[in-house]
């Protein structure tokens, strides 16, 4: 047992390890503290250890291995991306796929850490309210641990995500709003019906699992933290797990000198922690109609966005959003350049890229992580589009010296 307790964020009360994830006192989010002397975590022993997120058990807020609910989660592919690099004049760029993991997002990560908590915890049923990536992940995590789940959603998410989730058995609660209203109303019922909701009163738990994106990629490159990583933001739950687990790493000694800048990406119709780091503002305007391709992303009222927003400006990094045109342009790049097809939400860190090397603001030889999160597959509507339109042929074989041309 490795975690010493929680610590709230701003006024470091520190509170037993149970179901709780705000500060009595200030109503801050609470992080999990490690005690760091007492894990001996070597490069050797995760090395022999099976190739899933579960491989950094010490480091993750688990006390005991058998409440791990496991459907593969993690240790997704470090593509060295140099077809795509070299149209960008760029030598070390490299794409962390997470369009992979079992249920086709990075989700699986914290969601696979907080449905494990649930049953320490002793919980009966999880849920999560979801933009889509998080309700499959959930749904599915719940499905192999064998106990209901209830997902809250806005009525107008893309179709393939509605049916994943309810294939995989959930309850499905359509709400006639946005993400926001989706949210409160999962809040309400895990505390009504004492439901653990895993990014709301299991949020300290769940948001550690997505340090795993950072430990993974130190580890594929061989024990060294990237220059500088892009990272898709929607809530700021990911992008600030990332720093937490470059500097976790960084603590244990497994990598050496983490100076690595962080880069918030965000879709245009709905960018408010880019919008505050481009303001150079302390505060987030709440987006209250989100507008964009980008579903996934479109979190009006990012709860962790002033949190994102430091992270950022300590690492050096930058705020960048892209729009609707310039995401399908990237997911359509990153499919033909390096056999990569992203969801909108995950392809907005190569639109951003783009925006990036045309301003100048990326050296040619920075080791540079763009983390690619979420599945074409899952919102295949963004890509149909502009698609040139198929001619059906005859099944014969001169119709080919027409299409091959020779
Ligand atoms: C594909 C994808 N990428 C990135 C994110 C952003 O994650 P976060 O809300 O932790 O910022 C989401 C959130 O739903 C997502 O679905
Ligand atoms: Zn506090």
Redesign the pocket.
Known sequence: MVIKYLLCRKCSTEFRADLKYVCDECFNPLDVIYDFDKIKLTKDIIKNREKNLWRYFELLPLKNKNNIVDIGAGYTPLHKADKLAKKLGLNNLYIKNDTVNPSF???DR?AGVAVSKSLELGLEAVGSP?????ASATAAHAARAGIPCYIFIPYDIEQAKISQVQTYGANIIPVNGTYDDANRLASYAGDKYNIGIVNINLRTYY?EG?KTLAFEVCEQLDWNAPDHVI?????????C?IERGLKEFDRINLIKNNKTRITSAQPKGCSPIVDAIKNKSNSIHPVKKPNTLAK??A?GE???GIF?VETVNNSGGYGENANDEEIREAIRLLASTEGIFA?P??AVSIAVLLKLVNDGKIDANEKIVC?V??NGLKAPEAAFIHQPELKVVEPKREVLQDIIGR
């Not at 979801?130 to 998080?134: A, E, I, P, Y």
């Not at 990272?231 to 992008?239: E, F």
């Open positions: 997002s990075f989700k914290p979801s933009t889509g990536n998080l948001v997505s990272v898709p933001t929607g809530s700021g739950a990911m992008l797990a996934s992303l979190i990012p709860g962790d994102a969801e939400g995950g983390y999160t979420g």
